[in-house]
């Protein structure tokens, strides 16, 4: 059964950095497809950034583009998720999840295994 682990949330100030972390294990994931959410409060977890399982493919969110990278170490079972410049609005608690499907999407649905998330909070 595939488990994962998020670490590297914390509280910030906007303009600041932050390198959020997922471990997978119980399965390899080099045929999965990796998505990182996000959810605030009273809302649905939105997609932010999704990796291909060969890490070649990405989409994300225009909300994030040019600030957040998501990068992958297949070798390692690990999914990465760069933040640059953060904002307020980013703060939210942070999950990865994987699709069984190679091709990665930011829609919610696609994905069947999730992590327990990682809090993130910018303040102004």
């Known amino acids: 059964q595939l488990q994962f682990v998020e670490s590297g949330g914390g509280a910030v100030h906007s303009g600041e950095s932050l390198r959020l972390s997922c471990a997978a294990s119980?399965?390899?994931?080099?045929?999965?497809?990796i998505g990182w959410f996000r959810q605030v409060p009273g809302k649905e977890h939105e997609g932010v950034l999704c990796?291909?399982?060969?890490?070649?493919?990405?989409t994300y969110i225009d909300a994030v583009k040019g600030r957040f990278t998501i990068f992958r170490d297949n070798t390692k079972n690990m999914v990465y998720l760069q933040m640059n410049s953060l904002k307020p609005e980013d703060t939210a608690v942070y999950y990865c999840?994987?699709?069984?499907?190679?091709?990665?999407?930011?829609?919610?649905?696609?994905?069947?295994?999730w992590g327990q998330g990682t809090q993130v909070t910018v303040s102004s």
């Open positions: 999840a994987a699709d069984q499907n190679p091709i990665p999407s930011i829609a919610r649905a696609q994905y069947q295994f």
């Open positions: 119980g399965v390899t994931l080099d045929q999965n497809a």
């Open positions: 990796i291909s399982s060969n890490g070649v493919m990405v």
